[in-house]
């Protein structure tokens, strides 16, 4: 096994300096208008267009030929349909972020990883580490993650949706150049020995999960005007992860943050949360929203490579989770994250059909992420970010 990703890694009881957050960064009380949320939409009118029920989708009807979805939906009249894509094109631009319900996953899945993840995450912190993260090991449990390069207050775990995760062996530090090795590393899930069933509720759920993430991939495209399957090619050899996000209490939780402010990096976020609420998403004006835990929703957000596809027409928002000072919280995000062969630049389709010239010079993901995941061990300065690849 190879080094611990922070070996030192202290906590906070240690280093309580390492979290503290800087004070323009620092929470602030809750926005002037508590009753502003996300748009929630019902994926119903979708199951309805294919003719499924969303109450039959289920951890083993994950593949799928696309195509065939496709088709259906591209000749689907259904007011209700349109109205589900045109609402969907609307929370994009408007929020970059919205809920679904009637999404078709079962709930048990879904309770059954926070009941094991819970009880992973009381685990003594010396099993845990047992399957921490390496710097030739990305998946798996940390507890020393950066975001914006400031000590999140936070422990996670990390498994990829097939098993491992390939990323080029080294890049060049020049982020504009896009320089990677040909020669790449696969590193793969790492799993705990306790709780029993830990990995078996994991991978159910991420199934399930995947087969939604899919859905909603078609589902933003059609908004944009683009065929439903024209971008599922770039995910049969995804790099897609899920996370178990814990959030201990904390004392402190004025001036920390569970994670810092920052923008998803790859397509599509899938977020589970519990009961215990602290997602803040910034509205268009600025003001910090808090989105409400809602039993049996998931809440979804573009990426910042759908921002690069879309060429900004929707943007990949920033968001923050805040800490709680009695109680701990546990959010589940599902990441949807191309084939790292995918170079991504603004849809050809979209720009033709948009009249627009290109936001962004094509930057490869495989790059991208292998570079993001160095700056994650250790601050690097700025972040990689999409900004470096505008035009
Ligand atoms: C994330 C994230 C928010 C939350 O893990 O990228 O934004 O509510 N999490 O845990
Ligand atoms: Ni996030």
Redesign the pocket.
């Known amino acids: 096994m190879g080094q611990l990703a922070n070996p030192e890694s202290p906590t906070w009881a240690e280093a309580p300096e390492a979290f503290i957050l800087p004070p323009e960064h620092r929470p602030k009380a809750g926005p002037k208008s508590a009753d502003d949320d996300i748009p929630v939409l019902s994926l119903a009118p979708f199951f309805d267009a294919i003719g499924e029920s969303d109450k039959e989708n289920d951890a083993t009807s994950t593949s799928k030929d696309w195509g065939d979805v496709a088709a259906k939906v591209a000749s689907c009249e259904e007011p209700a349909f349109r109205g589900l894509v045109a609402d969907i094109g609307k929370a994009c631009e408007e929020w970059g972020f919205f809920a679904v319900t009637e999404h078709g996953v079962p709930i048990a899945l879904l309770e059954n990883v926070q009941a094991v993840g819970r009880e992973f995450f009381r685990l003594p912190r010396e099993e845990k580490k047992r399957i921490g993260r390496t710097f030739e090991m990305h998946l798996g449990y940390n507890d020393s993650e950066l975001t914006k390069n400031t000590r999140d207050w936070k422990e996670i775990f990390d498994w990829a949706v097939r098993g491992f995760m390939e990323m080029p062996e080294s890049v060049e530090s020049d982020y504009r150049s896009c320089k990677y090795s040909e020669a790449t590393v696969k590193s793969y899930n790492q799993w705990p020995a306790k709780p029993e069933g830990f990995r078996e509720a994991c991978e159910l759920y991420t199934a399930a999960v995947e087969h939604l993430g899919s859905i909603l991939l078609g589902l933003v495209s059609m908004s944009l005007g683009l065929p439903f399957n024209l971008l599922h090619h770039c995910f049969e050899e995804n790099t897609s992860r899920s ?1 178990l ?1 814990y ?1 201990p209490q904390c004392p402190l939780s004025d001036k920390v943050c ?2 810092n402010r ?1 923008v ?1 990096s790859g397509a599509l ?1 899938v ?1 589970a ?1 519990d009961d215990v609420g ?2 803040q998403v910034k509205r268009r004006d600025g003001e910090w929203i808090s989105v409400k835990p809602r039993a049996g929703a998931f809440v979804v957000n573009v990426g910042a490579i759908f921002q690069v596809w879309s060429n900004d027409k929707y943007r990949a928002i920033e ?3 805040m800490v709680n000072e009695n109680k701990e ?1 546990l ?1 589940i ?1 599902v ?1 949807f994250d191309p084939d790292i062969k995918t170079n991504v630049a603004p849809v050809p389709e979209l720009l033709d059909q948009d009249h627009q010239p290109p936001h962004y010079q094509p930057y490869n993901w495989g790059f991208f992420r292998k570079t993001r995941n160095n700056g994650n061990f250790k601050p690097l300065g700025e972040n990689i970010q999409i900004y470096h690849y505008a035009l």
Do not use: E, I, K, M
């Open positions: 996370r996000n959030y569970g994670v920052h998803d976020t977020l949360q602290g997602l968001h923050r989770a919280r959010s995000p990441f």
